[in-house]
């Protein structure tokens, strides 16, 4: 995608060394540049600008203000604007703590490459002028509204039940805007139902590590945007193992080959650069980025330790690895008691189940408290117990729950599934626990007409 606009870039920076290194940079781009050595001129360069600045490039380590502050105070000035601050490795610290106030979209490293500099800066201004688009069009869709809404008007006294009917589309069509502002985070939890419906295995692994995410982050009372970030989280956090083969990506990271484990120590890098061109889910590229961070600093991709590592990515790093863990005991319980003692060199301790299904979940949680303080944060490993040993207790009383197989016909709005419902050839339609409305009716009954489903739906009473 080509850019369509001449843009305006500021460039700060206290060194002019910097500044025309910048300048260089952009030497043969139709864009306009503006340069400053403080933060006090760059605000006063927004203010009087004739045009308005697209994007701001802005060192961190300046007198009188530093570049986060500065960018914070540029962002009452112009919200629109791209910010990027450039940073030395010392200042991530700084740099995160800005980042999750929420006023950068982006941070570069010094030194900087010029060709990866310029494509970062084009990608950005390719999202800048798509949410430029997008305001242009729902001013335009505004103003259709109104436009329909005085025609129904003065149809209404002509036509009074034509009237009614438009009326109600209208306030459909409204409602449905309404639905699909809330519904970006539902547009990834459909995306994921049909790669569970392609990929069972791989579907069912994402939806685990993203709702038990979310559990955690509720617990540790994370408010409710960003637990839609660290549920979407969940459910990319490893779209950048892309390139590993099946295989590899089923293995356990100690038993991954050299090149394997060098492919597998960038996909947290990937995975964020994958998300760049959408500066709304710069947040969940940041968790992602990081959830592979060891408490103790000693993870990857940047050895950040402790607090350094945002709240997020912390959370994300414990519920992967539990969710991964769980998948990759032995079948035997004596494999079982092996694989244990390998992780944490104790003996097999007597748990309360001899079912494999409890043993592992009993094993797995003594494997995250055994690493808990050095790869996991002790605080959430500690809410994980809490959340999963509940979550057993639940399942067990709903054992005891009768379900009944209601013939489709007799459905009734508010029913709640006991069962996933399947196609004839396995394909999951719904899954377990979902409750029923008029929509989902209608379609089970269109299904059921096709020859797609039985006679009757199984019933949670």
Request: proline residues 4%; hydrophobic residues 40%; charged residues 30%.
């Given at each position: 995608?080509?850019?369509k606009?001449?843009h305006?870039l500021?460039?700060v920076?206290?060194e002019?060394?910097?500044l025309h290194?910048?300048?260089?940079?952009?030497?043969?781009?139709?864009?306009?540049?503006?340069l400053?050595?403080?933060?006090?001129?760059?605000?006063?360069?927004?203010?009087?600008?004739?045009?308005?600045?697209s994007?701001?490039?802005?060192?961190?380590?300046?007198?009188?203000?530093?570049g986060?502050e500065?960018?914070?105070?540029?962002?009452?000035?112009a919200p629109e604007?791209?910010?990027f601050l450039?940073?030395?490795y010392s200042?991530?610290k700084?740099?995160?703590?800005a980042?999750?106030?929420g006023?950068?979209?982006?941070y570069?490293t010094?030194?900087?490459?010029?060709?990866a500099?310029?494509?970062e800066?084009?990608?950005?201004?390719?999202?800048?002028?798509?949410?430029?688009e997008?305001?242009?069009?729902?001013?335009m869709?505004?103003q259709k509204?109104?436009?329909l809404?005085?025609?129904?008007?003065e149809l209404?006294h002509?036509?009074?039940?034509?009237t009614?009917?438009?009326?109600?589309?209208s306030v459909a069509l409204?409602?449905?805007?309404?639905?699909?502002?809330?519904g970006?985070?539902?547009?990834?939890?459909?995306?994921f139902?049909?790669?569970?419906t392609?990929?069972?295995?791989?579907g069912?692994y994402?939806s685990?590590v993203?709702?038990?995410?979310?559990?955690?982050?509720a617990?540790l009372?994370m408010d409710t945007?960003?637990l839609?970030?660290?549920?979407?989280?969940?459910?990319l956090?490893?779209a950048?193992?892309?390139?590993?083969?099946?295989q590899?990506?089923?293995?356990?990271y100690?038993?991954?080959?050299d090149?394997?484990?060098a492919?597998?120590?960038?996909?947290p890098?990937?995975?964020?650069i994958?998300l760049?061109?959408?500066?709304?889910?710069d947040i969940?590229?940041?968790?992602?980025?990081?959830?592979?961070?060891?408490?103790?600093?000693?993870?990857?991709?940047?050895?950040?330790?402790?607090?350094?590592?945002?709240?997020?990515?912390?959370i994300?790093h414990?519920?992967?690895?539990?969710a991964?863990?769980?998948?990759?005991?032995?079948?035997?319980?004596a494999?079982?008691?092996s694989r244990y003692?390998?992780m944490?060199?104790?003996?097999?301790i007597?748990?309360q189940?001899d079912?494999?299904?409890?043993v592992?979940?009993?094993?797995t949680?003594?494997?995250?408290l055994?690493r808990?303080?050095?790869?996991y944060?002790?605080?959430?490993?500690?809410?994980?117990?809490?959340?999963?040993n509940a979550?057993?207790l639940k399942?067990?009383?709903?054992?005891?729950e009768?379900?009944v197989?209601?013939?489709?016909?007799?459905l009734?709005?508010?029913?709640?599934?006991?069962?996933d419902?399947?196609?004839?050839?396995?394909r999951?339609l719904?899954?377990?626990e979902?409750?029923?409305?008029k929509?989902l009716?209608?379609?089970?009954?269109?299904?059921h007409?096709?020859?797609?489903?039985?006679?009757?739906v199984?019933i949670r009473?």
């Open positions: 995608m080509s850019l606009h001449d305006v500021l460039l920076d206290d002019p060394s910097i290194a910048l300048q260089r940079v952009f030497r043969k781009e139709r864009f306009s540049l503006l400053a050595t403080s933060g006090e001129q760059a605000l006063r360069l927004i203010t009087e600008s004739e045009r308005p600045v994007l701001i490039i802005s060192d961190q380590r300046m007198p009188q203000m530093s986060a500065f960018l914070e105070k540029a962002k009452n000035l604007a791209i910010r450039l940073t030395g200042d991530i700084d740099v995160i703590s980042i999750n106030k006023e950068i979209h982006r570069l010094k030194p900087w490459d010029d060709e500099l310029l494509v800066v084009r990608q950005a201004l390719e999202a800048y002028e798509l949410q430029d997008n305001r242009r069009l729902a001013d869709v505004r509204n109104v436009e809404t005085t025609l129904m008007q209404e002509k036509v009074a039940e034509r009614y009917q438009l009326q109600e589309k409204e409602q449905a805007n309404a639905s699909l502002e809330r970006f985070l539902d547009t990834f939890r459909l995306m139902s049909l790669i569970e392609i990929n069972p295995k791989l069912s994402l685990f993203s709702q038990l995410a979310r559990k955690l982050g617990g009372g945007i960003e839609e970030h660290l549920e979407m989280a969940g459910l956090h490893d950048g193992l892309l390139g590993l083969s099946r590899a990506f089923e293995k356990p100690e038993e991954l080959s090149g394997e484990k492919l597998y120590r960038q996909h890098i990937i995975g964020q994958c760049q061109p959408v500066p709304r889910l969940v590229g940041i968790y992602i980025l990081y959830h592979h961070e060891n408490y103790d600093g000693s993870g990857f991709p940047e050895k950040l330790h402790e607090e350094e590592i945002p709240l997020g990515a912390r994300l414990i519920a992967a690895d539990y991964m863990l769980l998948r990759n005991w032995p079948e035997s319980i494999d079982i008691k003692y390998g944490t060199g104790e003996s097999f007597k748990v189940s079912k494999r299904d409890d592992i979940v009993d094993l949680q003594r494997v995250m055994f808990s303080g050095k790869a944060d002790p605080q959430i490993v500690k809410k994980l117990v809490e959340v999963v979550e057993r399942n067990q009383q709903k054992k005891t009768t379900i197989d209601i013939r489709i016909k007799f009734k709005e508010g029913m709640v599934l006991g069962k419902i399947r196609t004839a050839d396995g999951l719904l899954a377990r979902a409750v029923l409305n929509i009716i209608g379609a089970i009954q269109k299904l007409g096709d020859g797609f489903i039985g006679e009757t199984p009473m």
